[in-house]
């Protein structure tokens, strides 16, 4: 793969020559397989191989960017973009990128799971367990993906680095009625850690629990949250950490820091830990990724930053670029010191959720939002789970939910699925007083 290499050097070193100011190519040689199952069938398999260079340039403040495959016609799309940022209008916010010769930590990643000769025996012990939960007549589906990417950065500020970074995601559904679902996932940089039958066992015992569902009352409920729909959450938490999204107004955490934002109970990480799908050894300028606090104890502690936010921050990068938009990499909460247990049995009359589906904000600066809880919702008395519950809607306030965390799990469990979670490591969270309506 040293010729890989070279030949991101040699984009690099043709983009100046044509008069960049800045240039950054990161190329990215990814193996990916992918099975999908329904009705406890698999219906296929897939496996693709991807080589393409994400190259991004300044010229002038300046900033344009274009993806070349293969390196096919490199030195033509290298013009074109130069071209491209010539007619360009400038970015006032543009700061560049970094500069310097940075040390990297080692790479961790794991081959293994692009290289399972049998992923179909994972999905059947998944659906199997899915089975023992709920019953023989339950119907599963999902999806088995995994990916392994050999990535090369080369930056014309001095950053040269590679990395590799493995992943292993599993998601089913078991259904028993058609409002009677439950959902669970499994979610790993190694195959060692990979464990699909606990997700089939809990998509199972959550669908069993659903069935026969009531409509649910609107109110003011204490609600216990599933890592899977919390997960959601703290998504958009550190979505809203981000310096450019404070720049742009789709932030609660706009004039805050410093401020508590949050029950004191609440810590927030950024963490890009080798045990995450989304690990990576820097981020898309070069700079070494590190782990971030940015809730602390309910204070709010930093904003996450690039090159050019930080500038304009007046700080120094926090290692999340994203070249225009600083993001997270995976987003952990810290534990508490209770159970799921304890937390279900704090509930005299409350809910518990399990999954969510279209979350909507009606207003990013005062953190308005709505959203459709999904597969098993259940009313709660007195710790006891009483009745499952549909058409309900949570339709509340992302800065108030935060202040009202009331407790937090020792367990947690590292999500991530395409409709609304991204990775993260959440535990069980009771929150006070959240307010339950019905869809209209």
């Given at each position: 793969?040293?010729?890989?290499?070279?030949?991101?050097?040699?984009?690099?070193?043709?983009?100046?020559?044509?008069?960049?100011?800045?240039?950054?190519?990161?190329?990215?040689?990814?193996?990916?397989?992918?099975?999908?199952?329904?009705?406890?069938?698999?219906?296929?398999?897939?496996?693709?191989?991807?080589?393409?260079?994400?190259?991004?340039?300044?010229?002038?403040?300046?900033?344009?960017?274009?993806?070349?495959?293969?390196?096919?016609?490199?030195?033509?799309?290298?013009?074109?973009?130069?071209?491209?940022?010539?007619?360009?209008?400038?970015?006032?916010?543009?700061?560049?990128?970094?500069?310097?010769?940075?040390?990297?930590?080692?790479?961790?990643?794991?081959?293994?799971?692009?290289?399972?000769?049998?992923?179909?025996?994972?999905?059947?012990?998944?659906?199997?367990?899915?089975?023992?939960?709920?019953?023989?007549?339950?119907?599963?589906?999902?999806?088995?993906?995994?990916?392994?990417?050999?990535?090369?950065?080369?930056?014309?500020?001095?950053?040269?680095?590679?990395?590799?970074?493995?992943?292993?995601?599993?998601?089913?559904?078991?259904?028993?009625?058609?409002?009677?679902?439950?959902?669970?996932?499994?979610?790993?940089?190694?195959?060692?850690?990979?464990?699909p039958s606990e997700a089939g066992r809990k998509a199972g015992e959550i669908a069993r629990l659903a069935r026969n569902p009531k409509v649910g009352e609107e109110g003011v409920y204490d609600i216990v949250f599933d890592p899977l729909i919390f997960g959601?959450?703290?998504?958009?938490?550190?979505?809203?950490?981000?310096?450019?999204?404070?720049?742009?107004?789709?932030?609660?955490?706009?004039?805050?820091?410093?401020?508590?934002?949050?029950?004191?109970?609440?810590?927030?990480?950024?963490?890009?830990?080798?045990?995450?799908?989304?690990?990576?050894?820097?981020?898309?300028?070069?700079?070494?990724?590190?782990?971030?606090?940015?809730?602390?104890?309910?204070?709010?502690?930093?904003?996450?930053?690039?090159?050019?936010?930080?500038k304009l921050f007046k700080t120094e990068t926090t290692g999340n670029a994203g070249l225009i938009v600083p993001t997270w990499w995976n987003v952990e909460m810290d534990p508490g010191k209770m159970t799921r247990g304890d937390l279900l049995?704090?509930?005299?009359?409350?809910?518990?959720?399990?999954?969510?589906?279209?979350?909507?904000?009606?207003?990013?600066?005062?953190?308005?939002?709505?959203?459709?809880?999904?597969?098993?919702?259940?009313?709660?008395?007195?710790?006891?789970?009483?009745?499952?519950?549909?058409?309900?809607?949570?339709?509340?306030?992302?800065?108030?939910?935060?202040?009202?965390?009331?407790?937090?799990?020792?367990?947690?469990?590292?999500?991530?699925?395409?409709?609304?979670?991204?990775?993260?490591?959440?535990?069980?969270?009771?929150?006070?007083?959240?307010?339950?309506?019905?869809?209209?």
């Amino acid at each position: 793969m040293s010729q890989v290499l070279e030949k991101t050097e040699d984009l690099v070193r043709k983009a100046k020559a044509l008069g960049a100011d800045e240039v950054i190519a990161k190329t990215t040689f990814g193996r990916y397989r992918q099975t999908r199952f329904s009705n406890n069938q698999v219906d296929i398999t897939v496996g693709w191989d991807t080589y393409t260079t994400d190259v991004a340039l300044s010229w002038k403040k300046r900033v344009v960017g274009t993806q070349i495959a293969d390196f096919t016609d490199s030195e033509k799309s290298i013009e074109q973009l130069i071209n491209l940022a010539k007619v360009s209008k400038e970015n006032p916010l543009f700061g560049g990128v970094a500069h310097g010769e940075f040390t990297y930590g080692k790479i961790d990643a794991d081959k293994e799971v692009i290289s399972i000769e049998k992923p179909t025996e994972y999905i059947q012990t998944a659906i199997s367990a899915a089975e023992d939960a709920a019953g023989d007549k339950v119907d599963s589906g999902g999806i088995l993906f995994a990916k392994y990417e050999d990535v090369y950065l080369v930056s014309s500020e001095g950053p040269v680095g590679r990395d590799a970074r493995s992943a292993i995601q599993f998601s089913i559904r078991a259904f028993l009625e058609r409002e009677a679902s439950g959902h669970g996932v499994s979610c790993s940089s190694t195959l060692r850690d990979f464990k699909p039958s606990e997700a089939g066992r809990k998509a199972g015992e959550i669908a069993r629990l659903a069935r026969n569902p009531k409509v649910g009352e609107e109110g003011v409920y204490d609600i216990v949250f599933d890592p899977l729909i919390f997960g959601s959450m703290l998504n958009t938490w550190a979505d809203m950490t981000s310096a450019f999204n404070v720049m742009i107004h789709r932030s609660i955490f706009a004039n805050e820091l410093g401020k508590n934002v949050a029950s004191e109970i609440v810590t927030l990480r950024d963490v890009p830990a080798k045990y995450s799908i989304s690990n990576r050894l820097f981020d898309d300028e070069g700079v070494p990724t590190r782990e971030n606090v940015m809730i602390d104890h309910g204070i709010l502690k930093t904003y996450l930053h690039n090159t050019s936010t930080a500038k304009l921050f007046k700080t120094e990068t926090t290692g999340n670029a994203g070249l225009i938009v600083p993001t997270w990499w995976n987003v952990e909460m810290d534990p508490g010191k209770m159970t799921r247990g304890d937390l279900l049995g704090a509930l005299k009359r409350g809910i518990y959720l399990t999954n969510t589906w279209y979350t909507r904000f009606q207003n990013y600066v005062t953190g308005d939002f709505s959203t459709i809880p999904r597969d098993g919702a259940f009313l709660v008395e007195n710790g006891e789970i009483k009745q499952s519950l549909k058409e309900i809607r949570l339709s509340d306030n992302a800065s108030r939910i935060l202040q009202n965390v009331a407790g937090i799990s020792r367990e947690r469990q590292h999500v991530q699925w395409w409709g609304e979670s991204g990775p993260c490591l959440s535990p069980y969270v009771l929150v006070k007083d959240v307010h339950i309506t019905r869809p209209r």
